[in-house]
């Protein structure tokens, strides 16, 4: 079952929710279908600690972060 992350562009909430198929996704705060989905930063697993790819860099770059600041 996949989890996506949205934000929404009424409230600017941003929120994660599982999606099957085509299915319609709303903001859980107001209700809003004017959502889009973001790009979720993933986590990876090293002995047994999970830990977030964001702001850890990859090391393809000198960058310290992937997304805006």
Known sequence: M????????????????LVFGNQEVSCPKCKSKKVKKLMSAFSHSSDGKFSSSQGSGCGTCSATSCGPS
């Open 2 to 17: 996949p989890i996506f992350e949205f934000r929404c562009e009424k409230c600017k909430k941003t929120f994660e929710t």
